[in-house]
């Protein structure tokens, strides 16, 4: 299940559609990187709406994800974790440190143009 | 048992399976929507840990029957290398492949019964319940 990535100005938006094995998270890590660095991208966007399960493998590459694309100038945002798999996630001990997150695809637009504005 | 379902677990496409087998038990018997993604959490650390330390095992699922209460069961079982110091391995932090080391802990949270055994050299079996509540 590939995620696929949609460009949309300096943006990228990844919207994961399914439940997804760890096999697509590397992909997905690699993808993002390599579009980043393509279009010299200023933001990035993750919905995990669709996202069944938010387990230490999964946390751990959204963080590296985060991590690499920082080191690019860009910001990355994830947005749409579910009630319960963020429940689940603070049970199993797992933190988004330093990672930006927010409600929806439209509140994360919001917060890289905050961020676009706050460092021109 | 009859009812026990059975997923081997041989490669990281065999964890999405376990889980949404987890999800669907889960949500038969009758648990939250917070409760199943709690044990389809617990499914996806016990299936990756057989896949990454033991490279290959089993998850069975069945329904756990109690004197007034019905839960799910997750059996984590595989045959290989063992946890030299299980009590280190219980502990946040701890993991001997840079990982977060969350998974053990993080799922005896997330569940109401924990009982793992494991014999170096023999493997490891975990079984962990979640009861409806
Ligand atoms: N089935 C197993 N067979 C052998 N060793 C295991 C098994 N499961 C866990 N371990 C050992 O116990 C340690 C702790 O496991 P745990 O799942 O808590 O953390 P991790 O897998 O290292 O990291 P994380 O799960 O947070 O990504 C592992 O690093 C590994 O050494
Ligand atoms: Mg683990």
């Known amino acids: 299940m590939e995620v696929p990535i949609l460009k949309q100005g300096r943006y990228l938006i990844a919207t994961i559609q399914a439940a997804l ?88 637009l919001a917060h890289l143009e905050r961020r676009a504005r706050s460092s021109s | 048992m009859p009812d026990d379902i059975r997923v081997l677990i041989r490669s990281n496409l065999d964890i999405v399976t376990a889980r949404q087998e987890g999800r669907t038990l889960a949500a038969r018997t009758g648990f939250s929507a917070t409760d199943v993604t709690l044990i389809a959490t617990a499914i996806s650390e016990l299936a990756r840990n057989i896949v990454s330390y033991a490279g290959q095992g089993e998850i069975v699922l069945r329904l756990a029957e109690g004197t007034n209460s019905r839960g799910v069961m997750i059996v984590s079982r595989d045959s290989g290398p063992g946890i030299r110091s299980v009590d280190d391995a219980m502990r946040d932090g701890y993991s001997t492949s840079g990982g977060l080391g969350l998974g053990l802990p993080g799922v005896r949270r997330l569940v109401d019964e924990f009982f793992i055994e494991s014999v170096p050299g023999r493997g490891t079996t975990i079984r962990v319940t979640k009861w409806l509540r």
């Open chain 1, 21 to 108: 094995s760890d096999e697509d998270l590397l992909h997905l890590r690699r993808a993002l990187l390599e579009r980043v660095i393509q279009f010299r991208s200023r933001g990035v966007i993750v919905d995990v709406t669709a996202l069944d399960v938010m387990d230490s493998f999964a946390t751990r590459t959204l963080r590296d994800i985060t991590y690499m694309i920082r080191l690019r100038g860009a910001d990355t945002v994830i947005v749409g974790i579910q009630p319960e798999v963020a429940f689940a996630m603070v049970q199993l001990g797992l933190t988004l440190e330093g990672v930006a997150t927010a409600l929806d695809l439209e509140e994360g």
